[in-house]
């Protein structure tokens, strides 16, 4: 059971902020963020652990909700090297890893 | 090595024939990951080993996929008879302990 993503797309212009959510049915052990650039590999973001935490990585940060069973991430000030795909990842026990079908982000000068 | 490496990058075959994807993760990283990309889709996951064994091979979508990991490093994913719609993108990623995964850059796998 994969974990369900949404907005499926997102335009944007250079200094907006955009918010992506990823949210699963099940009980989640962590969230795992990833860009995908077209024609690249997915590249790490960052990674949250069950806990309620939150993280930043320079202006792109995660939150996760256990209770929810939800994760989002926030992008601010936007920049043109933002625009990708987004990808969470969800685990439900260790190891056990899913990706959403992604988010795609385009940001306009 | 300093990165995930796939081979080959590229691959075009007939309908029908067998093919064999490579993936040499970083050294160390103990589990390893097989994914399979559609155009504008998530990855999606296919097998997952720990060390030799696999761990979680629930998602092979039949039985004309395998994959092996005889000595917990490099791994081939093995795809027999091949059809049109198995052409994707087939990625692997390799982890260690609570750590993220990473992605090699994957194989482009044409199916004429």
């Known amino acids: 059971q994969q974990p369900v993503q949404s907005p499926q797309a997102v335009i944007l212009r250079e200094g907006e902020d955009a918010v992506i959510n990823c949210s699963s049915s099940?009980?989640?052990?962590?969230v795992h963020w990833y860009r995908q650039k077209h024609g690249e590999a997915p590249v790490f973001l960052m990674i949250?652990?069950?806990?309620?935490e939150q993280k930043g990585h320079e202006k792109i940060s995660a939150s996760f909700n256990e209770k929810k069973q939800q994760s989002s991430l926030y992008l601010t000030a936007s920049q043109l090297s933002y625009s990708g795909t987004y990808f969470c990842?969800?685990?439900?026990?260790?190891?056990?890893?899913?990706f959403g079908a992604g988010t795609r982000l385009t940001v306009k000068p | 090595g300093a990165g995930v490496s796939q081979s080959p990058s590229n691959k075009v075959t007939e309908k029908g024939k067998d093919v064999e994807l490579r993936c040499d993760p970083i050294?160390?990283?103990?589990?390893l990951y097989w994914y399979r990309q559609s155009l504008g889709q998530g990855p999606e996951f296919l097998i997952y080993?720990?060390?030799?064994?696999?761990?979680?091979d629930s998602g092979l979508p039949n039985d004309r996929f395998f994959a092996v990991r005889p000595e917990g490093s490099v791994s081939t994913l093995k795809i027999q008879r091949t059809q049109q719609e198995d052409s994707a993108v087939y990625l692997c990623?390799?982890?260690?302990?609570?750590?993220?995964?990473?992605f090699g850059p994957g194989t482009r796998l044409t199916v004429l």
């Open positions: 949250l652990l069950k806990g309620g």
């Open positions: 990623a390799g982890r260690a302990g609570l750590r993220t995964q990473y």
């Open positions: 099940k009980a989640l052990y962590s």
């Open positions: 080993f720990q060390g030799t064994g696999a761990a979680d």
């Open positions: 050294s160390g990283h103990t589990a």
């Open positions: 990842g969800t685990e439900w026990f260790r190891d056990d890893m899913r």
